[in-house]
């Protein structure tokens, strides 16, 4: 063993530390897994990766329930007329179709779910700044998902998941009860933002610089604080539009008085920087996964991060082009219109960092990796019809049609769906400590690639075409996208339950993973696996950044200091 | 320019509208298929010539490049402007309706379309126009939210309630196109359908008078009757002469002042206002006098006052 200097800059302190080079064990002993058992023990767990475990189980069970909607509203759309359901029940699976994708999958999908997991383990911590808040934050979820369900039971919910009024204050279904779930989970949200604010600025193992921290955690970083800043204005709108619906106080409701583009506004001033919480930490995993296989530094560290800042704050500024054809003010249009085009650069630097991070790596497709090139195809057709949408005049012509509706599934199943399984086949043998079947799993992602193109290319030409959105009949011209788009649909299902099969299977008969099996740089990949109870036998220092692939892995170790010296 | 799209989009049947979107919806195919093709070709390229041989095969440092990463910024941003400026210039169009439009009232509610005529014709679902005439729809909505969208014209434009909106198309040759109901508005959302029925000149002007004019007269004659009803007329004048409040006469698409030192040019979302809530804008050397005429007027009976108040020019 040698030793190395650092210098530990979390602390704040200038005194230099000297450390011995340690490397982890690779068996584990007292993983998170074996520590507590029971039921109990898991339910009243502060373990942020039991926590995280078990977002992704909800989260899981929630796309398990939007997917089956999916493919029942495929199944419908398979003929012009009534296929199998009535026009009600149609547009109630719609609308719960959007809620539950966006709300309760897209939106604490990564953050909540993996982030949970990993955010720690990147920062060298032993949990996050608030255990028990983080558990907290997963009951108040719970809480939501309960108020949900009891609208599904009494009602359902027909307004489209944007509740636009006036439709959403006369509609005679339970819009309370899911507004007031769409509040709880607000603060579930919340809750985890200022937990990672906190967790991600006091608690950084000595040697992580800013300059050093994982660009996932820059990407959780900006996505928290989107989420502290923009939930609250939610819980607003959709307080207010059950304050409107209960006792008629007349904001919303032209014949009160009210005014319902100022519905728009409030609900935009949220869900526009929503999409931002849903994709900014998807970056995060395609930074991460990118380089651990193409073995190579990142391109242009200091931009990925700082993009992620940018289009936190211009996410901030464009919602207004959700509402180009509303009858909103035509300065408001133009200022909206060239705000959106804002947004787009730093996502297009991103792009071709990635890209440019691939130039003369050792690159491996292993299943992650493929997902990240599924990504960048899938994701960049998503950004450039986004750029069609800014455009006022050619917005005019696709708004509210397919268009759209093809444009936001390839950006947010495309970009965060896409990057989630990215992210979760790199993780999984960290998670698991088990490796699931290579071959499997690159089946698994060809059919999404098939599948997810197949379903959606078709509904940018039907979009141009003029077929509106939210349309449980249509006219004949559009049958044969239609029924491609459903025949896609198919394609996709057949693929999650592939996926779903070969990781259930990995978990029982998995090979074991070891410590670091893609041999990444990432911290969190120098503790075993699954791992420790308190996730590193010591607290660790580091030496080397989580891009430093340039330096051969032997002298790739991780200081080890003596607790007392690091504190 | 434009051609290899062609297919994603309907026949274009107002030029006038449409032809600046169709010309940058192209644009940006275009653009973004060179660039995407770009990424992916390199993409795939790298994944090829580096792919991994070794499992110690050394990379090497490379952190960033400033000169690229300029180019590859300011090279989409001027792009993303010219496509901002094309896309305004074309939407500019879409809004400013030619001096000579025909205007058709449009009532929109769950779940159909009724076209009004100046000669008080109605008609429900169809909508018959004149070729080669430039048609202003001024629109609102007797229930919730809709919008009036013609993908043949590239037009659309959200219907509400208590508000007017408009948007305008020129057809060019008789035919028909189809309407569709853009905004989400409950069970039969989708059946909102509605046709476009284009004819020549003369064909239009025999349905029109086919037609008749409707019960109780034309819109602008129900409304001189409706002022007079109402007893609008005590306090406004029709001939220009100030009485407690501004004469009528000269009133529609003058620039008016007010108290609060604001101005406003005179339109339908002005009118209804001053008949609905007449304190919010006082007309500079008026007193705020008037009562409100909530509940007391329908939103037809506005409709056919304001088509009257806008006969009465200087």
């Known amino acids: ?35 507590e058992k029971g039921l109990w023990a898991w339910m009243t767990t502060v373990d942020h990766k039991k926590i995280g475990i078990m977002y992704l189980g909800s989260v899981t069970f929630f796309f398990l329930l939007g997917g089956i909607l999916a493919l029942l509203l495929r199944t419908e759309l398979l003929t012009p007329a009534k296929t199998f359901i009535e ?106 933002g200022t937990n990672f604010i906190a967790t991600i600025h006091k608690l950084r193992a000595p040697g992580i610089t800013w300059g050093k921290l994982p660009l996932n955690l820059w990407a959780l970083y900006a996505t928290s604080i989107i989420q502290v800043l923009a939930t609250p204005v939610l819980a607003i709108t959709v307080l207010l539009l059950t304050m409107e619906r209960a006792l008629g106080i007349g904001i919303f409701d032209p ?106 790596g050792s690159i491996e497709m292993k299943t992650p ?22 455009a006022l005049a050619a917005d005019i012509h696709l708004h509210d049609t397919y268009y759209v509706v093809a444009h936001f599934h390839y950006v947010m199943m495309g970009g965060t769906l896409i990057s989630f399984l990215a992210g979760l086949h790199y993780w999984w043998p960290k998670i698991t400590g088990k490796m699931y079947n290579e071959f499997q799993a690159k089946v698994g992602a060809a059919l999404i690639f098939i599948g997810f193109n197949v379903t959606f290319l078709p509904q940018f030409i039907m979009g141009s075409q003029g077929m509106p959105r939210r349309y449980y009949n249509y006219i004949d011209q559009f049958t044969v996208f239609h029924q491609t788009s459903t025949i896609g649909s198919y394609i996709l299902g057949v693929g999650f339950l592939l996926i779903a099969f070969y990781l259930a299977k990995s978990l029982m008969s998995g090979e074991k993973a070891g410590s670091n099996p893609w041999g990444s740089r990432g911290l969190e990949w120098q503790s075993t696996s699954p791992p420790d109870f308190h996730n590193f036998d010591h607290t660790p220092v580091v030496i080397n950044g989580p891009y430093d692939y340039h330096k051969p892995m032997e002298e790739f170790q991780l200081g080890l200091a003596n607790d007392h010296d690091a504190h | 320019m434009g051609s290899l799209f062609d297919f994603m989009l309907p026949e274009l049947k107002s030029p006038m509208t449409g032809a600046s979107t169709d010309a940058l919806m192209a644009f940006i195919h275009i653009a973004s298929f060179i660039i995407l093709g770009g990424v992916t070709i390199a993409m795939i390229y790298f994944a090829i010539k580096y792919k991994r041989r070794s499992d110690d095969d050394e990379t090497p440092l490379i952190t960033h490049n400033n000169k690229l990463e300029v180019t590859w910024s300011v090279i989409p941003l001027l792009l993303v402007f010219v496509v901002f400026g094309w896309g305004y210039k074309g ?81 060019e040759e008789p035919g028909e196109s189809q309407v569709f109901c853009t905004e989400y508005c409950g069970t039969s959302h989708s059946d909102m359908l509605a046709k476009v029925i284009v004819h020549t000149k003369e064909d239009f002007d025999a349905w029109l008078a086919e037609q008749g004019s409707g ?25 220009g002469s100030d009485k407690i409040g501004p004469s009528f006469q000269g009133l529609w698409g003058s620039e008016r002042n007010f108290e609060s030192a604001s101005s406003v040019t005179a339109d339908e979302n002005y009118i209804r206002e001053s008949i609905l809530d007449p304190s919010a804008k006082i007309v500079e050397g008026f007193q705020n006098q008037m009562v409100s005429y909530e509940g007391r007027l329908s939103d037809d009976d506005i409709s ?11």
């Open chain 2, 215 to 239: 019960s109780g007269g034309t819109p602008v004659e129900r409304g001189e009757n409706l002022i007079s009803i109402q007893g609008c007329v005590t306090c406004h004048s029709v001939d």
């Open chain 1, 255 to 360: 014949a009160l008085g009210g005014d319902p583009v100022l519905f728009q506004h409030f609900f935009w001033f949220y869900s526009h920087p929503a999409v931002y919480i849903m994709i900014v930490p998807a970056f995060g995993i395609i930074s991460e996964v990118i380089t651990t296989f193409s073995k190579k530094h990142i391109f242009g560290y200091w931009a990925i991060a700082l993009s992620s800042l940018a289009i936190a704050f211009i996410g901030f500024l464009v919602w207004g082009h959700h509402m180009f054809t509303s009858g909103q003010s035509a300065v408001a249009t133009t200022v909206f219109s060239f705000l959106t085009f804002l947004v787009g650069i730093p996502t297009g630097i991103k792009i071709l960092n990635w890209v440019a991070t691939l130039y003369k």
């Open chain 2, 91 to 171: 939407w500019l169009n879409l809004k400013t309706v030619p001096d000579n439009a025909y205007e058709i009232q449009v009532s929109a509610y769950k779940w159909g379309w009724t076209f009004k005529y100046d000669t008080g014709a109605q008609v429900g679902n169809e909508l018959h126009v004149p070729a080669g005439k430039p048609i202003k729809m001024v629109m609102q909505s007797e229930d919730v939210l809709h919008s009036f969208f013609v993908p043949d014209y590239r037009i659309k434009q959200d219907v509400l309630p208590n508000r007017y909106t408009y948007v305008w198309f020129q057809a």
């Open chain 1, 369 to 390: 990796m493929i997902y990240v090139f599924i990504f960048l195809f899938i994701f960049s057709i998503g950004g450039f019809t986004g750029i069609m949408l800014g």
């Open chain 2, 304 to 314: 056919d006052i304001i088509e009257y108040i806008k006969t009465l020019e200087d």
């Open chain 1, 87 to 192: 026009a009600d029940t149609y547009n109630q699976f719609f609308t719960l179709h959007g809620a539950i994708m966006v709300f309760f999958v897209l939106i604490p999908s990564i953050p909540a779910a993996l982030g949970n997991f990993v955010l720690p383990m990147q920062l060298g911590a032993k949990d996050v700044a608030f255990p028990r808040l983080n558990l907290a934050s997963f009951y108040i979820y719970v809480i939501g998902a309960i108020f949900t369900f009891i609208a599904l039971a009494n009602n359902g919910l027909d307004t489209g998941w944007t509740f636009y009024t006036p439709y959403s204050t006369e509609s005679s279904s339970s819009v309370i009860w899911v507004t007031l779930g769409v509040f709880i989970l607000g603060f579930s949200s919340i809750l985890t």
């Open chain 1, 1 to 35: 063993m040698s030793t190395a200097e650092v210098t530990p800059a979390s602390t704040g302190n200038k005194k230099t530390l000297k450390v011995k080079r340690f490397k982890p064990s690779e068996s584990p002993k007292n993983t998170y897994l074996t520590d």
